[in-house]
């Protein structure tokens, strides 16, 4: 396998590209890595009181409605967004699941799920008290997503 990076000064934004003569097991798991490093850098635009910030995505808990705007909820604080929910679950990666009709999860931040057969479900995160909600039509889907995890984390 050959490596090559080209520079090319006039660019806007950074490209990589793989040429393979097939899709195999190696060549998926240079892309996913490429992928993984590159979500690692992204952010979102956050506001808290008068200041913006710019969070990682890999920062970020869960975000949730709050009467008219999108609570964006890290460790230790909450920001705001001017974005809607809907907006964020087209933007977010992957690895952000919508939950319930007011709030969407990082899966891979969560650390364990109070299951509540009746109304909704408990998620909690690494490291953190705070404490996200799965309503019970979304349940089996976040069970599955997060079984997904696991067996990729296995392999």
């Known amino acids: 396998m050959r490596i090559r990076i080209e520079i090319e000064e006039n660019l806007t934004e950074d490209e990589v590209v793989i040429r393979c003569s097939s899709l195999n097991e190696s060549i998926i798991a240079i892309q996913k890595n490429i992928a993984e490093a590159v979500r690692g850098r ?12 710019w969070l990682l995505l890999t920062e970020i808990l869960f975000l949730e409605t709050t009467e008219n705007q999108v609570a964006v909820h890290s460790a230790n604080q909450v920001f705001y967004t001017r974005l809607k929910l809907y907006e964020l679950e087209e933007l977010l990666p992957s690895v ?8 969407i999860v990082n899966t891979e931040k ?3 799920i109070k299951k509540n057969i009746t109304g909704a479900s408990e998620v909690e995160f690494e490291n953190c008290h705070k404490i996200a909600y799965v309503s019970r039509s979304y349940l ?3 069970i599955s997503r997060m079984e ?3 067996l990729k984390q296995l392999k």
């Open 110 to 112: 969560v650390r364990s």
């Open 148 to 150: 997904e995890r696991q």
């Open 42 to 53: 992204q952010q979102i635009m956050v506001m808290k009181g008068d200041k913006e910030y």
């Open 96 to 103: 952000f699941m919508r939950v319930s009709k007011s709030a």
């Open 140 to 142: 089996k889907p976040f």
